[in-house]
């Protein structure tokens, strides 16, 4: 998820999470980017959101 890019339908810059009242800023690749930021490196992330 790239909260950077807005969707047709939605935007994805803010969330609510399960069980919490407020909305919060939305983590590129949802907090896991020292995880998963290596299988993304070569992709478009603007097209491919």
Same mark, same amino acid.
């Given at each position: %998820?790239?909260?950077?890019?807005?969707?047709? +339908?939605? /935007? *994805?810059? #803010?969330?609510?999470? =399960? &069980?919490? @009242? @407020? %909305?919060?800023? #939305?983590? %590129?690749?949802? &907090?896991?980017?020292? *995880?998963? +930021? =290596? =299988?993304?490196? /070569? %992709?478009?992330?603007?097209? @491919?959101?």
């Amino acid at each position: %998820m790239n909260p950077e890019v807005p969707t047709p +339908s939605y /935007s *994805q810059a #803010t969330e609510r999470r =399960l &069980g919490e @009242f @407020f %909305m919060r800023r #939305t983590l %590129m690749f949802n &907090g896991y980017a020292d *995880q998963v +930021s =290596l =299988l993304y490196v /070569s %992709m478009n992330l603007r097209k @491919f959101y």
